[in-house]
């Protein structure tokens, strides 16, 4: 672990932090496209696994498009979306508490001990999040959790996060956004948070604009700015 990389900027001590869930709490991502390359490539084998790198951080209905275009199928071919909800049912058995990554329920808990709020903000269904809480024991360690489905745009709209905010009671610079992917950065910064990306090399994510690079979540316990001081990057 190399410690988090910081770009310039200046924001207050932190009241609150917000995470988003695929590849940030839980190793989920690269489950998930490698096995949807996978399947896809049994009928269609044009299909790259780069070709489904832009999914990552989706929220449904871009990533039905895209799954259409890549797939060279029509919007209104029915039948592929049948096909496309099987191999989605192939991920119901995921065990999310062997994929959330170890030091998570630690940093959770320590962040609500320094006296700071937590929420949950993800492009995922709130079914899915509630069954990723409920399989890990940390539904418990957020104060607040919402999903992109609840919104006509999810990320990289930022009203998924204006919205978490709103209901922590936090201003923009008093949140921490913990993000991976393009559109989930993009949706951070656009909402006016400092945004820490954690960094994974397995994708070509644009992660421009996060004040700060990391490889764990505990490196964000050390951030200036968690403990009350000023978040002064250099």
Known sequence: MGGAAAVKGEFMGFKAVIFDMDGVLIDSE???????????????????????YPSVGMDSARNRELMHRVAREPLDNLEFDRELEEIYSLFDDVCYREILYPEVPGVLKSLREMGLKTALASSTGMEGIR??????????????????????????????YLTAMAALGCQAGECLVVEDSTYGVTAGVAAGACVAARRDSRFPFDQTGAMYRIDSLSEILELPGIAGQTCAAL
């Open 30 to 52: 690269y489950l998930y496209l490698t096995g949807i390359h996978r399947e896809l490539q049994k009928k269609r084998p044009w299909v790259r696994e780069e070709d489904l």
């Open 131 to 160: 069954k990723v809480l409920r399989q890990c024991g940390i539904g418990d360690l957020f104060d607040y959790v919402v999903s992109g489905e609840q919104f006509r745009e999810s990320k990289p709209n930022p009203e998924i």
